[in-house]
């Protein structure tokens, strides 16, 4: 999953923080698109899925499970502040340019507080995104068929393959309605303790993103 990141960084920057939240908190695509800042835990290392976003306009979630205070690996909290740090705002455009726009009546976008954002400072529509993703799948050179909820999958192998958590707390942390979609994606005999710091994540890919001159 690390090369598909890296990809989509090389691709649109704005959009790298979505494979990560695909990958280290198995968020579907439309709701990594409605993630606020609002709706993270910065100190705690929580996500609040609450809502998806839906041909331009937010949704309820899949099901009742898809609702959750998650916790996440701080791993992806570093990300998500580097991202919030670089990306919050809409790029620079020339002063000619800004003229123009004035001139045709341009609305600057309302700041709804969205985690990621286009490069007009507006929210990603799924066309767009989709086609990044199609470019990220050749670029990494993922299975052409490879899609971003394939990333959830990737999220809930990771977490049963740590040793860390039981299969019913693996399910809990997939938000999966039902146990079989957990127990498809991944089938263990569960543990007798249980704990949730939730470390997997930063420890596969911290080394491999070191960002030069911490860019």
Known sequence: MAAAALAMRAIEPRYEI???LGACA???????????????????????????????KTAPLKTKASY??????????????????HFSEPEPVAQDTARKRRARGHVEPIDEGLIVTNRY?????????????????????????????DLKSFYTSRLGGSGQHDPKTVQSLSRHARFTE???TYARPP????????????????SIL?????G
Do not use: M
């Not at 198995?26 to 609002?38: D, I, M, P, Q, S």
């Not at 990603?124 to 993922?142: C, H, I, M, P, Y």
């Open 26 to 56: 198995g968020l579907r695509v439309g709701e990594a698109l409605c993630l606020t800042r609002v709706c993270v835990g910065w100190h705690e290392d929580l996500l609040y899925v609450q809502e998806q976003r839906q041909r331009g």
């Open 182 to 184: 957990t127990w498809d």
């Open 68 to 85: 959750a205070t998650l916790p996440v690996d701080h791993f992806l909290i570093e990300q998500l502040a580097t991202h919030v740090a």
């Open 121 to 149: 400072g507006r929210p990603v529509q799924g066309s767009d995104f989709n086609e990044k993703w199609q470019r990220v799948v050749a670029r990494a050179g993922l299975p052409d068929r490879a899609r971003f909820h």
């Open 210 to 214: 070191r960002r030069p001159n911490g």
């Open 18 to 20: 979505l494979v990560w």
């Open 191 to 206: 543990r007798i303790a249980e704990g949730l710091t939730v470390t997997s994540f930063g420890q596969a890919f911290h």
